[in-house]
């Protein structure tokens, strides 16, 4: 399994920006799919964005030009820049690495940072 280390959660107001970082302790970074999902009080855990390993990119209908998910390989980091957010978009957010090698699918999540958007 792949450790996972998010940062970047924190308070802030409606219309505001934040950025995520997501470092993975892997020397096979490169290979994994990553995403971004996040879970609510009292709700299911959602994807919010993900990343290929070829670099290209899907999002929810939720977060749709407002969130833009990257990823830099030589720093085995994937990204996820919020911006205009709301106060929905309150949720901890949790990173998640995914490789598939023929039936066996390795899939790591880290600890989660909490973002709050007051409004």
């Known amino acids: 399994q792949v450790q996972l280390v998010e940062s970047g959660g924190g308070l802030v107001q409606a219309g505001g920006s934040l950025r995520l970082s997501c470092v993975a302790s892997?020397?096979?970074?490169?290979?994994?799919?990553m995403a971004w999902y996040r879970q609510a009080p009292g709700k299911q855990r959602e994807l919010v964005a993900v990343?290929?390993?070829?670099?290209?990119?899907n999002y929810a209908d939720s977060v749709k030009g407002r969130f833009t998910i990257s990823r830099v390989n030589a720093k085995n980091t994937v990204y996820l820049q919020m911006n205009s957010l709301k106060a929905e978009d309150t949720a901890v957010y949790y990173c998640?690495?995914?490789?598939?090698?023929?039936?066996?699918?390795?899939?790591?999540w880290g600890q989660g940072t909490q973002v709050t958007v007051s409004s």
């Open positions: 990343i290929s390993s070829t670099g290209n990119t």
């Open positions: 998640n690495a995914k490789r598939v090698v023929l039936t066996t699918v390795d899939l790591s």
């Open positions: 892997t020397s096979i970074f490169s290979l994994y799919a």
